[in-house]
């Protein structure tokens, strides 16, 4: 048991363990993937609807409010900005770096791209 008492005061984070440990696919993974594959886009870009998204993904959404993903870039997301009369009126847009993205997020692009390049192939 004297082993034991080395670590009686040490403090850990389980933060620092999330499930992306367990899984395998960690942030940095899916961001691979989704610039591995936007190297295979043309123009170097690509909309929601060029890949026939039955919708885009949305980073805000509250009193009205949308925040949808609608283009993909090989580094970075173009966010539009929604709002208005129920919700139909595009009020900006801004960029989103990869890395700023939730695990989620980054999951449903790449299922995104994933799909549109096993139709394309088709």
């Known amino acids: 048991m004297k082993y034991l008492k080395k670590f009686e005061n040490i403090d850990i ?3 620092d363990f999330d499930e992306e440990e367990s899984s395998g696919e960690s942030k940095d993974d899916l961001i691979d993937n989704i610039v ?3 190297i295979n886009i043309e123009d170097g870009s690509i909309t929601m609807g ?4 039955e919708s885009s993904p949305c980073l805000y959404n509250e009193n ?3 925040h949808l993903i ?4 090989e580094n970075f997301v173009q966010v539009v900005e ?3 009369y129920k919700g139909e009126q595009e009020m900006g847009n801004y960029i ?8 989620d997020i980054l999951k449903e692009i790449n299922n995104l791209l994933e ?6 192939e088709d």
């Open 82 to 84: 929604y709002g208005g």
């Open 64 to 66: 009205g409010e949308y």
């Open 36 to 38: 591995s594959s936007m």
């Open 13 to 15: 984070d389980w933060d």
């Open 115 to 120: 799909n549109y390049f096993k139709n394309y």
């Open 96 to 103: 989103v770096l990869y890395k700023n993205l939730d695990k």
């Open 50 to 53: 060029e890949m026939e998204a």
């Open 70 to 73: 609608e283009v993909l870039y």
